[in-house]
């Protein structure tokens, strides 16, 4: 697609209930990235793919989060036994590639509310 | 020290006057470095990225970089109210991160 496409837009859940979230990064992007934006906060890094692989998962704020990647492209964020300090927007991210000079292009992100 | 730090404002900047946002960082081994605007309720567009020292003009803005100081800036020169947003500065550190900082609110008085 033209751009970064997050979905759902909008999730309002229970609190314990699982919560999956995906991100359809732009084409031929090899570089994808999830980051966590709290009420007037900054960007949060939580994981990053480059392909398949996630060389870098330290920013995962509990074992309750996960991310996959299949086929180089869509990935999901899965948190389980979601709480309500998990509410915030989560933003994807997307990138040619792992360059230095490679700006993210963002997706609109999934508004996460936690009752 | 936080590794990207900006002053969360407001900054508040008469309109067609130059809104100057500034940004520093730690890890000196940085080398890619990013600004990006966001309005309220919507995510981060990308305005400029600068990797080499000195000036780097796209229209209305201009990004600063000095390395030896461990700062970027951006200039916006003409605001406008639409230009009214908050600003956050994005390093790639020497671990290849992205790390952004909390941001700055820019209110352009019309």
């Known amino acids: 697609g033209a751009g970064v496409s997050q979905s759902p837009s909008n999730k309002v859940t229970e609190k314990g209930k699982d919560v999956e979230l995906r991100c359809d990064p732009i084409?031929?992007?090899?570089?994808l990235y999830w980051y966590r934006q709290s009420l007037g906060q900054g960007l949060e890094f939580l994981i990053y793919?480059?392909?398949?692989?996630?060389?870098?998962k330290s920013g995962l704020p509990s074992d309750r989060f996960s991310a996959e990647r299949t086929g180089g492209s869509v990935s999901t964020l899965t948190i389980q036994r979601t709480q309500q300090e998990d509410s915030a927007v989560y933003l994807c991210?997307?990138?040619?590639?792992?360059?230095?000079?490679?700006?993210?292009?963002f997706g609109d992100g999934t508004r996460l509310s936690i009752l | 020290q936080k590794e990207v730090e900006q002053n969360s404002g407001p900054l508040s900047v008469p309109e067609g006057a130059i809104a100057s946002l500034n940004c520093t960082y730690s890890?000196?081994?940085?080398?890619?470095f990013f600004w990006y605007r966001q309005y309220s309720g919507k995510s981060p567009e990308l305005i400029m990225f600068?990797?080499?020292?000195g000036d780097k003009e796209d229209g209305r803005f201009t990004a600063q970089l000095n390395k030896a100081s461990q700062y970027v800036s951006l200039l916006i020169r003409d605001s406008q109210p639409s230009d009214s947003a908050t600003y956050l500065c994005a390093v790639r550190n020497r671990d290849d991160k992205i790390i952004f900082g909390k941001g700055t609110r820019l209110h352009i008085l019309p």
């Open positions: 600068i990797y080499s020292n």
């Open positions: 890890d000196r081994g940085s080398q890619s």
């Open positions: 793919f480059q392909g398949n692989s996630a060389p870098d």
């Open positions: 991210a997307s990138s040619r590639d792992r360059g230095s000079n490679q700006p993210q292009h």
């Open positions: 084409s031929g992007h090899t570089a």
